[in-house]
């Protein structure tokens, strides 16, 4: 058996230059979440930030990439691809991890304590991170 699924997601980046990171299943990651019928993934992203993390005042900035994996739930062999969004927040929003799914923490980090963080957490999701990094801090 094998399911496919669709998932929007988003780097969140607030006005102190910090980026906001969960921690789920012992890695650090980013606010992701499967797609809901009839919805858009940018607003699929903004939905699941929102439900993981507690932060509701987004702008949105620009598309990112995708990204593609596969994991084994149970007998079920899953497929993922998520559709990454940069996003903007003011301020330092107080977050609220949802912790029903797994989320034990949320934090804003800066560019380095993440790229420190992220050194532990799916090769996908360095990838994304170092590839906004460097695009951003190139302008």
């Given at each position: 058996?094998?399911?496919f699924?669709?998932?929007?997601?988003?780097?969140?980046?607030?006005?102190?230059?910090?980026y906001?990171l969960?921690?789920?299943?012992g890695?650090?990651?980013?606010?992701?979440g499967?797609?809901?019928?009839?919805?858009?993934?940018?607003?699929?992203a903004?939905r699941?930030?929102?439900?993981?993390?507690?932060?509701?005042?987004?702008t949105?900035?620009?598309?990112l990439a995708?990204?593609?994996?596969?994991y084994?739930?149970?007998e079920?062999?899953?497929?993922?691809k998520?559709?990454?969004?940069?996003?903007?927040?003011?301020?330092?929003?107080?977050?609220?991890?949802?912790?029903?799914?797994?989320?034990?923490?949320?934090?804003?980090?800066?560019?380095e304590?993440?790229?420190?963080?992220?050194?532990?957490?799916?090769?996908?999701i360095?990838?994304?991170?170092?590839?906004?990094?460097?695009?951003?801090?190139?302008?």
């Amino acid at each position: 058996m094998v399911k496919f699924i669709n998932a929007g997601g988003g780097i969140v980046q607030n006005d102190y230059e910090e980026y906001l990171l969960i921690f789920r299943n012992g890695k650090w990651d980013l606010p992701k979440g499967q797609q809901d019928s009839g919805e858009e993934l940018s607003l699929t992203a903004i939905r699941e930030i929102w439900e993981e993390c507690g932060v509701k005042e987004l702008t949105f900035a620009k598309p990112l990439a995708s990204t593609r994996h596969s994991y084994w739930l149970g007998e079920l062999l899953v497929f993922k691809k998520t559709q990454w969004y940069l996003f903007y927040t003011p301020g330092r929003p107080a977050l609220c991890p949802q912790t029903e799914e797994g989320i034990e923490r949320c934090s804003w980090c800066t560019k380095e304590e993440a790229t420190l963080l992220l050194n532990e957490s799916y090769p996908s999701i360095r990838w994304l991170f170092q590839r906004v990094i460097s695009s951003l801090t190139k302008k």
